[in-house]
């Protein structure tokens, strides 16, 4: 079993920036595929990025490439989401997941067995 906090949302302005924070419990973190999704009123969840266990490889969505960047601390247990160039479209609530199939080539959230609550991010233009 898998808990899961995200923690950092909130509101900012278009240009600006904010850094994520996914706190898992749990002894299986260090060896899980991290992924952050996003969900925006009335959108279906959507894929932003993951990262494999070890933070060796990484993938992103096209619309957050060059703004973006996941990162991990395996000691801390914890994964992150720096997130830079805010624009609007980017308002969402931001979950973080754990990848069941253990690969970051899985990008859908069905492919996600454990969720955190969510964090709330507002870019305002």
């Known amino acids: 079993q898998v808990q899961l906090v995200e923690s950092g949302g909130g509101l900012v302005q278009a240009g600006g920036s904010l850094r994520l924070s996914c706190a898992a419990s749990?002894?299986?973190?260090?060896?899980?595929?991290m992924g952050w999704f996003r969900q925006a009123p009335g959108k279906e969840r959507e894929f932003v990025a993951n990262i494999n266990w070890s933070g060796a490889l990484t993938n992103y969505a096209d619309s957050v490439k060059g703004r973006f960047t996941i990162s991990r601390d395996n000691a801390k247990n914890t994964v992150y989401l720096q997130m830079n160039s805010l624009k609007p479209e980017d308002t969402a609530i931001y979950y973080c997941a754990v990848n069941a199939r253990g690969s970051t080539y899985y990008t859908t959230p069905d492919n996600y067995n454990y969720w955190g609550q969510g964090t709330q991010v507002t870019v305002s233009s």
């Open positions: 749990g002894r299986s973190f260090s060896t899980s595929t």
